[in-house]
């Protein structure tokens, strides 16, 4: 496989989302936009390809199918080039669930746009620390933080 297509096309594809769900007006069809078609298909590449790469169906680089039960195995499953990019896929799409929710929920508490940003930038660059950062922000919009920290 083109590990390196795959990598350049979904991290391509996946600032795309980030650009659309951070700059675009958040109509239902732009947001459902960026859940199916960002969100969601990032994560169907990513079953697509885990599933024939961990059971050896395709060569990702790593001489067989690594043990992930140990950090020895993660460690030779991400020093190849196909395990690489399906845990740098698996990060993108995980990263932009978190920030459609963020921003969802951003929007239902009343935040602006230009609080959101660079949240949803460090949701993008280092996922949970922005998610946290979030969390944080919305505290400070409640009485009590048990309401703050609990996603509705």
Not at 63 to 69: A, E, K, L, Y
Not at 108 to 119: D, S, T, V
């Given at each position: 496989m083109n590990w390196d297509l795959i990598f350049t096309v979904t991290n391509n594809y996946?600032?795309?989302m980030?650009?659309?769900?951070?700059?675009?007006?958040?109509?239902?069809?732009v947001m459902n936009f960026?859940?199916?078609?960002?969100?969601g298909l990032l994560a169907l590449t990513y079953a697509l390809i885990i599933i024939p790469l961990m059971t050896g169906m395709i060569d990702g680089g790593s001489?067989?199918?690594?043990?992930?039960?140990t950090l020895t195995g993660v460690q030779?499953?991400?020093?190849?080039?196909?395990?690489a990019t399906i845990g740098w896929i698996h990060y993108?799409?995980?990263?932009l669930f978190v920030g459609i929710w963020v921003a969802r929920n951003a929007d239902?508490?009343?935040?602006?746009?230009?609080?959101?940003?660079?949240?949803l930038f460090f949701t993008l660059m280092l996922g949970p620390l922005g998610l946290v950062l979030y969390l944080l922000l919305r505290a400070t919009r409640h009485n009590r933080v048990a309401d703050a920290v609990i996603p509705q």
């Open positions: 996946a600032l795309l980030w650009l659309i769900l951070a700059f675009a007006p958040r109509k239902p069809l960026v859940f199916y078609g960002g969100a001489g067989g199918t690594p043990d992930m039960t030779q499953l991400l020093s190849s080039d196909g395990g993108l799409a995980f990263d239902k508490y009343g935040f602006a746009r230009w609080i959101q940003i660079p949240i």
